[in-house]
């Protein structure tokens, strides 16, 4: 085995678009279950919404930031079709919702009904919505290598998608920050323990479910966008996996901290990467190529009930806070 | 304690005076109700659980509701704040139509209740449940939120109020812990001092006292009764006779869902139809009686009934 390649693979996952992109969403999930107790099901048709809307708006000619921000925008409207009828019942409902949601989008999405705008199952290749967003770059054109990342600047998968989208996950980290330790956050928490509660004291907590809602599904579109840049929208890579991986991902870092999504991304992507390339290296005398990525995905399957029975609180949880009896 | 107890304020004598000169009979008009309830029905398939003709709740005074279990109390608070909806029934809280309104709408009106089973906000602080309770909060709208200096004045004051109650209900040394940690005594203090947070007009406090240690409760009688000197009306659920007597201006009796009697604790416990609908029919007890509700006299009561 050449260790070098495989420390150079692995540590490219630790600053990978898609790792940002997943990171953001778990923020996002974050929010609507870690805060608020929501049980979203479908981020990733969030995240599917939110890259329609950028690809589509792009495809037409428009720049980045207007483009970003309708499929942001789509992603809120997703929410708020979501949350209107579902929020006033119990939780249960939002999760078959979001669950089934999220699969009828990528169902349109890959059907030739909407071809026109989706590509049908095919995609949407990213050179038909990348260029406005590279053209923004203020990298040189060229490579840079930082030790073990060498990447080019400016292509979908370079350094300038790299830069911007964790910016985006910094960013995101540091509002949910401000949102969570401010009276707002506190009001989301307390829904979280005891909605009836909540509404005894006097907050309208129909409407802090639906901020949670946006702004968690706000944070998924953006995901969305940053997950299609180095690639292309593709239906089928956004569907039930990608939801459990971000489940995954918060779990692994722990529900209702700050930076749990953030480093349960990083973990999640180095230890799958280090898997998958030992597994080719040392099976492919008793698995075909083709069967590894099946494996790996019920090696994260079994990580995730691991981890919900040995270490519910996450890395970064706090154990005594699931030792509370919550009554 | 007993300094609190057997010296009330004069607000104490103003609310049973106001309440002097009024007939102790079911649905009776008060001098200055903050609650006027009419024809409020509430059915549970074919069982009615409330049917309330006509209630006043008298401002400025404690206010008893008591009743056999079943009885419709804690359905009947439900309705009022709005937790619940009524199959028909109409009520004003100071002079304000709240049916059809929603519960965040009636606490804002003024309105805040407890709940029998109690709702402590687990994974929060014991002081994060209490500043939960707090209004007025203009950080607790999603833009102001994100500018720590538009709300931080207010959260001082809040935190300030929230320390001075934890002090008076005996939780103060807990107020950095997780109220999810606190005994099931604790909870029910906490929340009633959460409820306080909000200097409610009226405070619905459904059974207040059970499950707290009785050296507690005497203080809790104390804490209740000055809220109603700082001018808050109290309208509480409790089945302990002896704390009614104490504390109680007026007493309301529910029994199968309607209201049976009303009055001064003293007559209301006296009132055939009140030991009727607790006991049978056994008309020579006074329910104040220290020794009624002692076990004993309880099973001797049923033999009787069994055996007439
Ligand atoms: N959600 C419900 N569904 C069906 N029946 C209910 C429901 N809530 C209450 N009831 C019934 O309504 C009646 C009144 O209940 P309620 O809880 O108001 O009694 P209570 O006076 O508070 O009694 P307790 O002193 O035991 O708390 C009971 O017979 C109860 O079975
Ligand atoms: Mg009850």
């Known amino acids: ?20 992109a997943y990171a953001l969403a778990a923020i996002g999930l974050n929010i609507h279950f870690g805060f608020t107790g929501l049980l979203n099901m479908g981020q990733a048709g969030f995240m599917l919404v939110g890259a329609y809307g950028f690809a589509a708006t792009a495809q037409a000619g428009q720049g980045f930031p207007l ?16 949350g209107i009828p579902t929020l006033k019942l119990r939780g249960d409902y939002l999760a078959i919702v979001t669950i089934s949601a999220a699969e009828i989008v990528r169902l349109i999405g890959r059907s030739s009904v909407l071809s026109d705008i989706t590509n049908g199952a095919a995609g949407i290749p990213a050179s038909r919505f990348n260029k406005d967003f590279l053209g923004l770059s203020v990298l040189p054109d060229g490579r840079t290598a930082l030790g073990p990342f060498a990447y080019a600047n400016n292509v979908g998968d370079g350094w300038w998608t790299r830069i911007v989208a964790w910016a985006a996950v910094l960013l995101a980290v540091l509002l949910v920050w401000r949102l969570m330790s401010s ?37 998924a579109g953006f995901a969305g966008v940053l997950f299609v840049m180095p690639a292309s929208v593709q239906p089928d890579a956004m569907g039930r996996s990608m939801t459990f991986f971000i489940w995954t991902i918060l779990l692994l ?5 700050l930076w749990g999504p953030v480093i349960g991304s990083m973990i999640f992507f180095v230890a799958l990467m280090f898997i998958k390339t030992v597994m080719r290296d040392v099976l ?31 890395i970064f949880g706090d154990k005594k806070e699931l030792m509370l009896d919550v009554r | 304690m007993s300094a609190e107890l057997s010296s009330p304020a004069p607000l104490a004598k103003t609310a049973a005076q106001a309440l002097a000169g009024v007939a102790p009979e079911p649905g009776v008009a008060k001098p200055d109700p903050i609650i006027v309830a009419d024809d409020v029905v509430r059915r549970f398939g074919g069982m009615t659980a409330v049917d309330v003709r006509h209630l006043e709740v008298q401002r400025g005074a ?3 509701l008591i009743g056999p279990n079943g009885a419709g109390k804690t359905t009947l608070f439900n309705l009022l704040t709005g937790f619940d909806k009524p199959n028909s029934g109409t009520w004003e809280f100071d002079g304000r139509r709240l049916n059809g309104v929603s519960a965040g709408r009636v606490a804002r009106a003024g309105m805040v209740r407890t709940f029998q089973l109690t709702k402590a906000l687990s994974r929060l602080t014991v002081l994060q449940n209490m500043q939960l309770g707090a209004t007025k909060q203009p950080g607790e709208g999603f833009f102001t939120s994100l500018v720590k200096p538009l709300w931080a004045a207010r959260e001082r004051e809040i935190t300030a109020q929230a320390e001075e109650l934890l002090i008076r209900f005996k939780l103060d040394a807990k107020s950095e812990d997780f109220a999810g940690s606190l005994s099931g005594g604790q909870r029910k203090l906490l929340e009633m001092a959460r409820a306080l947070m909000a200097k409610p007009e009226l405070v619905m406090l459904d059974e207040p006292m059970a499950g707290v240690n009785p050296a507690l409760t005497q203080s809790l009688l104390g804490h209740i009764q000055t809220v109603r000197d700082e001018g808050t009306t109290v309208l509480f659920v409790e089945h302990d006779m002896q704390m009614v007597r104490r504390i109680a201006d007026w007493v309301v009796v529910m029994a199968e869902g309607k209201i049976v009697a009303e009055g001064p604790p003293s007559a209301v416990m006296e009132n055939p139809a009140v030991v009727d609908a607790y006991l049978g029919a056994h008309h020579d007890t006074d329910l104040g009686d220290e020794s009624v ?16």
């Open chain 1, 253 to 257: 870092g722990g529900a209702a901290t």
């Open chain 2, 293 to 308: 509700m002692a076990e004993g006299v309880l099973e001797q009561l049923e033999a009787e009934e069994a055996t007439e």
């Open chain 1, 284 to 314: 492919p005398s008793v698995l075909r190529p083709e069967q590894l990525e099946p494996l790996a995905g019920i090696l994260v399957g079994i990580t995730l009930m691991l981890l919900v029975i040995f270490r519910p609180q996450g």
């Open chain 1, 183 to 219: 009276p707002w956050g506190r009001v989301l928490k307390g829904i979280r323990e005891d909605e009836d509660a909540v509404r005894s004291l006097g907050k309208s907590v129909y409407g802090y479910k639906m901020q949670a809602l946006v702004l968690g599904g706000a944070m």
């Open chain 1, 1 to 20: 085995m050449n260790w070098s390649d495989l420390l150079s693979l692995t540590a490219g996952e630790l600053i990978a678009p898609t790792t940002a």
């Open chain 2, 62 to 64: 404690i206010t008893a």
């Open chain 1, 67 to 82: 483009s970003a921000l309708v499929g942001v925008g789509c992603s809120v409207v997703f929410a708020l079709i979501l």
